[in-house]
């Protein structure tokens, strides 16, 4: 009979630190696997973040160097504009002067002739 208590007395002793022990383990493995689910989530909200960062800089980053262009383009043209303008004023008033000019020598030489 002795033996029989020995022997259930340490089963029961032995299964209650294998379940203890189990159960240790078995809880740090559930909330190590959570932790690695909540991280992992983090990461991937993170990485998507960070993804969606970089397309719209990208975006931004188009629209500017777009607009930087259109800006420059009408800088040039209006520039050029300018230049052209100015270059025909320049000859308009070259001409004008030179065709007073001509009218000028014209009706001295025909004072000088007498007309």
Do not use: T
């Amino acid at each position: 009979f002795r033996s029989i208590c020995d022997f259930w007395f340490c089963s029961f002793w032995l299964g209650y630190f294998w379940f203890h022990h189990f159960w240790f383990w078995f809880s740090r493995f559930c909330f190590g696997f959570f932790w690695f689910c909540f991280v992992w989530f983090w990461f991937c909200c993170d990485w998507f973040w960070f993804s969606n960062g970089c397309f719209w800089f990208s975006n931004d980053w188009f629209w500017f160097s777009s607009d930087w262009f259109w800006f420059s383009n009408g800088w040039f043209w209006f520039s050029s504009d300018l230049f052209w303008l100015c270059n025909g004023w320049f000859w308009f008033c070259c001409n004008w002067f030179s065709l007073s000019y001509f009218w000028f020598c014209i009706l001295l030489c025909l004072f000088e002739l007498g007309y």
